[in-house]
């Protein structure tokens, strides 16, 4: 497993952006940041990709994979 944190920015697309996260979680340690550029997709439908089939969202478990996404910005000021 690497233990880099992983950063994408791929079109606003949430069936794409739900691959690119579920492969994550298998890919990386659990302690990586996990961060999307995301300007109209919802953080929590992204991060809920990131959860494992047969991980409950509501247990302790996918509430700290869930808790691994955050949101990025590259916008000009």
Known sequence: ????????AV???LPIKQKIFGSFTSELKPEA???T???SI????IAA?????G???ASEEGQTIA???VGESFGAD
Do not use: D
């Not at 497993?1 to 994408?8: G, I, K, R, T």
């Not at 990709?49 to 089939?53: T, V």
């Open 1 to 8: 497993m690497h233990q880099l944190n992983a950063s994408q």
């Open 49 to 53: 990709s990131a959860i494992p089939l």
């Open 11 to 13: 079109s606003e697309s």
């Open 37 to 39: 550029n995301t300007s």
């Open 33 to 35: 940041i996990l961060a």
């Open 55 to 57: 991980v409950s969202a």
């Open 67 to 69: 808790s691994r996404v």
């Open 42 to 45: 919802s953080i929590t439908k």
